[in-house]
């Protein structure tokens, strides 16, 4: 919870479990400090977000400010999912631009396009990560046409996302990162990288893993919450069996998250001189294991069942790494025949 004196007045912001961040405005603080305690009470005894005194509840059919419209679209549609964290943030990030008690209606094509420019020259964010902002707003502007509270929405032009540049780990750099993070005494960490880089899973997906998905004598993990709904199974190298089948019988896998990866990377990052390398971060890992297979000639249908990837058009990002049909192609250019003149 956190009250900040914003424009003479008290703003109140608190994250709520199962409900998602709340703001409110007051002229006092003692006012501020009384609604945090009736919210916790309303919570804590199961009637949920407790409605102001002479302010309609935060949905979009009150006034149509942008935060009513927020609000009330999160907790349709997001509260509760595996996303209610990424996407809070952008709700955070987009009220702080236009301005929370903005009026929805008044947001047109140049607001957005304001929006775009300052994300990207401002805040530097690249095309994906833009695009997933405008997508968040996209979903309101349409929340708020079915509730009645605007009759249409500006046109969003997306962000063009380009394949940009693929960083994998070297096999020397693998052992060099392993070895370091082995000297901090960091085990965990090392099995954890040493899975990431072999199955090509996102961090997410191994942290939720539990006994009952792996499976030993298949030899198979099994990840069922994936990015995009659809399950899989991926086969376990030597070194992910040996490591898999002590942790399992020291009764524990990898029930950590981002939070514990971190600081270790980066503190392996620093020493071993990568700070300057924006692409050294742990999704490196699945990056190794996709290059890795196309490297060594596994075709890219197989690459995009193993990384569990929804469209081909991901995989192909990594095609350029299977050379050889260039190379087959200049192969039949060398053996042109000679040119004779008579």
């Avoid at 949905?59 to 927020?70: C, I, Q, V």
């Avoid at 929405?153 to 996302?161: G, S, V, W, Y």
Wanted: charged share 25%; hydrophobic share 35%; with cysteine.
């Amino acid at each position: 919870m956190a009250i900040r004196l914003r424009s003479g007045s008290f703003q109140w912001d608190r994250s709520i479990a199962g409900i998602g961040r709340k703001r409110e405005t007051f002229p006092t603080l003692a006012e501020a400090k009384a609604w945090d305690l009736k919210v916790q009470q309303s919570v804590m005894s199961g009637l949920g977000y407790p409605c102001r005194e002479g302010t309609p509840r935060a949905t979009a059919t009150g006034s149509g400010t942008l935060r009513e419209a927020m609000e009330g679209c999160f907790t349709k549609h997001w509260a509760g999912s595996r996303n209610h964290r990424h996407v809070r943030t952008s709700i955070d990030q987009l009220m702080d631009f236009f301005g929370e008690d903005a009026d929805i209606s008044a947001i047109n094509t140049n607001r957005m396009d304001d929006l775009i420019t300052h994300l990207s020259v401002v805040k530097k964010m690249s095309g994906p990560t833009i695009n997933r902002k405008l997508a968040v707003m996209s979903k309101v502007f349409r929340y708020s046409v079915k509730r009645g509270v605007i009759a249409t929405f500006p046109t969003i032009e997306r962000e063009e996302e380009t394949g940009g540049r693929i960083r994998w780990l070297s096999e020397e750099e693998e052992t060099k990162l392993l070895a370091k993070l082995l000297s901090y005494g960091k085990a965990d960490h090392v099995d954890a990288i040493s899975v990431l880089i072999d199955t090509g899973m996102r961090p997410s997906e191994l942290y939720r893993l539990k006994p009952i998905d792996v499976d030993l004598k298949t030899g198979l993990i099994s990840i069922w919450q994936t990015k995009n709904d659809v399950p899989r199974s991926i086969p376990m190298t030597s070194r992910v069996k040996e490591l898999m089948k002590r942790r399992l019988k020291a009764g524990v896998l990898f029930p950590f998250d981002n939070n514990w990866m971190t600081p270790v990377w980066n503190r392996a990052r620093k020493a071993l001189e990568m700070t300057d390398d924006e692409h050294f971060i742990p999704y490196i890992c699945r990056h190794t294991c996709a290059s890795r297979m196309v490297q060594r000639g596994v075709p890219l249908q197989v690459v995009q069942k193993w990384l569990g990837h929804a469209s081909i058009t991901m995989t192909e990002r990594y095609g350029h790494l299977a050379p050889d049909n260039l190379r087959a192609a200049v192969a039949v250019l060398e053996k042109q025949p000679p040119v004779t003149h008579g």
